[in-house]
């Protein structure tokens, strides 16, 4: 792991169980903040206070359709399903 770069378990802590649950909404299609609350089913002040930090850690980004996973999140999947 180099300097800078978060495991897995700290990643988890980061995010809680809500930040989980609106990564896996995006996976699933998700492109908005209504999208991300009918997905995960989480009011909107949690969506919109956990979507900063998938920003910050880099596991989404925004682009013109709406959030999608980078590959720093298309990896955090892999190893959260395998965990």
Same mark, same amino acid.
């Given at each position: 792991? /180099?300097? $800078? +770069? +978060? /495991?897995?378990? &700290? =990643?988890?802590?980061? !995010? $809680? #169980? ?8 995006? +996976? %699933? @299609?998700?492109?908005?903040? +209504? /999208?991300?609350? *009918?997905? /995960? @089913? =989480? ?5 919109? $206070? ?6 910050? =850690?880099?596991?989404?980004?925004? &682009? *013109? ?5 980078? %590959?720093? @999140? !298309?990896?955090?999947? %892999?190893? *959260?399903? #395998?965990?």
């Amino acid at each position: 792991m /180099s300097k $800078g +770069e +978060e /495991s897995l378990q &700290d =990643l988890k802590c980061l !995010l $809680g #169980n809500m930040g989980i649950e609106i990564f896996f909404a995006i +996976e %699933k @299609g998700a492109k908005d903040y +209504e /999208s991300m609350k *009918i997905f /995960s @089913g =989480l009011p909107m002040a949690c969506i919109k $206070g956990r979507v900063p930090v998938l920003l910050e =850690l880099k596991l989404v980004k925004k &682009d *013109i359709e709406g959030y999608i996973l980078t %590959k720093k @999140g !298309l990896s955090f999947k %892999k190893k *959260i399903e #395998n965990d």
